[in-house]
């Protein structure tokens, strides 16, 4: 079984910056993807970001392009979702979420395993 832990989330002004990570424990994949999705209250969840597992390819949603980023340490084996110039809709409930392979996906579906989620606010 795998496990992921989430940090990071909080309280913070529109155009403020947060920055959350998730870091895989357990059986752990000797290759794995990372996504990031989020879920506000009365909508679906939806995607955000993705990387695979070389870090040499991402995608992110409209909304978030040119403000968030993708970084990671793999001393510590953890992935960062980086966030700025926040703004009151990116509130939600930020989850990652990993599946074993070399490549890159979007879909929820298509991920294995979650993480427990971490509550970003972003106030006016």
């Known amino acids: 079984q795998v496990q992921l832990v989430e940090s990071g989330g909080g309280l913070v002004q529109a155009g403020g910056s947060l920055t959350l990570s998730c870091a895989p424990s357990g059986r752990t994949f000797s290759t794995y993807a990372m996504g990031w999705f989020r879920q506000a209250p009365g909508k679906e969840r939806e995607f955000v970001a993705a990387v695979n597992w070389s870090g040499g390819s991402t995608a992110y949603s409209d909304s978030v392009k040119d403000r968030f980023t993708i970084s990671r340490d793999n001393a510590k084996n953890t992935r960062y979702l980086h966030m700025n110039s926040l703004k009151p809709e990116d509130t939600a409930v930020y989850y990652c979420?990993?599946?074993?392979?070399?490549?890159?996906?979007?879909?929820?579906?298509?991920?294995?395993?979650w993480g427990q989620g971490t509550q970003v606010t972003v106030s006016s």
């Open positions: 979420a990993v599946r074993s392979g070399l490549g890159l996906w979007k879909d929820p579906a298509g991920y294995e395993y």
